[in-house]
């Protein structure tokens, strides 16, 4: 839904997903955070595995894995074992937002659509709305 049940608008995968909310509050930044973003994320007790798109393989480095070790202890309050394996994850924080950002289109389109201001200039005018140009905001 482009909306949340108090009728907030979705805009960022965080409004909706723990683990997109946990990487922006570590405040992790360039490859560390693009191994995030591209990973799913299972926490079992002090052990945190992160399943990492296959394609994104070139993104582990010892030193992107330390960093990204250190904010999750400093975040989860403790300290935590990390194990990253490549797989197909399918809700990636990533991923998560190319779907918001899809769904807010489809929403901004549907908007424009059925507006009646828009409709009246199409019918009188023979107006034409470029479909390309409707942005979400």
Not at 68 to 94: D, F, R
């Amino acid at each position: 839904s482009a909306f949340l049940p108090d009728k907030q608008k979705v805009k960022k995968a965080l409004q909706v997903d723990a683990w997109s909310k946990l990487i922006e509050d570590m405040q992790v930044t360039a490859l560390t955070k693009q191994l995030a973003l591209h990973s799913a994320f299972n926490q079992q007790g002090d052990k945190v595995k992160l399943t990492l798109l296959e394609t994104k393989e070139h993104l582990i480095s010892d030193t992107a894995q330390l960093q990204l070790k250190e904010a999750l202890c400093l975040a989860l309050n403790g300290s935590i074992e990390l194990e990253i394996e490549l797989g197909q994850p399918i809700n990636t924080p990533y991923a998560l937002q190319l779907k918001v950002n899809q769904v807010r289109n489809e929403y901004a389109r549907e908007v424009v659509k059925n507006d009646p201001g828009i409709q009246l200039l199409q019918q009188q005018f023979a107006a034409k709305v470029d479909e390309e140009s409707i942005q979400a905001r």
